[in-house]
């Protein structure tokens, strides 16, 4: 399938579930387009799923492609204040070897039930790039289903999918936009007030001397169109509009 143009993220994996769906799926493999899968990846993952109708997404063991043995997600913790991934550069020596509850679903590769889905309903589009895995992992976990990480599942992820591995304006945009939507949807009130005081106290000045320090003039501006986008939307252009706005020149 391909779509004649950009839905984003998580509407461009809408449109490949709903045709899933027609033909009757009960599973939904969602892929990167950077990632190279082991053959028994789908077998693995599919026999942890049929162990209970509560198990609505399953996270494989996902490695870093140009090393091969090093892992970059075994699962990993999910809230709106630290959450915390799993594994994240070490050596694969049998630690992460266990089937177990996971708190997180990782982009570049995760398996959602078709029934889950159905209920809690889709990706979620007003994210657009980013962080639409974690959204939908806390959906289903406060859904009551349960998400759970298959070791034997395997992938490598190259890391070079919608901007290159590179930290653009693109980025930089999205990164502090969906920071802020996802407190607002997510957080409780108490998350809500210390997760967004350490925004502004850390996060995003933080996000600001960076492009500072690396003469990226057009990142303080997407940094800053980020917020401005959650105050009102109004005020900035469609999400299309942004990324053609912010990928000239990169």
């Not at 769906?21 to 990846?41: G, S």
């Not at 050596?91 to 996971?102: H, M, V």
């Not at 809690?120 to 806390?138: C, K, M, T, V, W």
């Amino acid at each position: 399938m391909e779509n004649q143009r950009n839905f984003g993220f998580g509407g461009g994996l809408n449109v490949g579930i709903k045709e899933a769906i027609k033909r009757n799926a009960e599973y939904v493999l969602c892929l990167n387009n950077d990632v190279v899968v082991d053959n028994r990846i789908l077998t693995e993952l599919v026999i942890v799923g049929g162990l209970s109708p509560k198990i609505g997404g399953l996270c494989p063991m996902e490695y870093f492609y140009d090393q091969p043995d090093r892992i970059q997600c075994a699962g990993g913790v999910n809230n709106c204040i630290n959450g915390k991934v799993f594994g994240c550069g070490e050596l694969d020596n049998g630690q992460y070897d266990i089937i177990r509850e996971t708190g997180l679903l990782s982009g570049p590769a995760m398996m959602l039930k078709v029934n889950t889905l159905l209920d809690i309903g889709f990706f979620d589009e007003n994210f657009f790039y980013g962080p639409e895995d974690s959204d939908i992992a806390l959906r289903a976990i406060r859904g009551g289903y349960r998400l759970m990480f298959v070791p034997k599942a395997k992938l490598w992820h190259k890391r070079r999918g919608a901007t290159g591995g590179k930290v653009t304006p693109l980025n930089v945009y999205f990164q502090v936009r969906n920071r802020i939507l996802f407190l607002k949807k997510h957080a409780r009130k108490l998350e809500f007030i210390v997760s967004i005081l350490r925004f502004a106290i850390l996060e995003f000045p933080i996000t600001i001397l960076n492009c500072f320090f690396h003469n990226n003039k057009r990142g303080i501006d997407a940094a800053i169109k980020g917020v401005i986008w959650n105050l009102n939307r109004d005020l900035i252009p469609s999400d299309i509009q942004m990324v053609k706005l912010l990928t000239v020149g990169d």
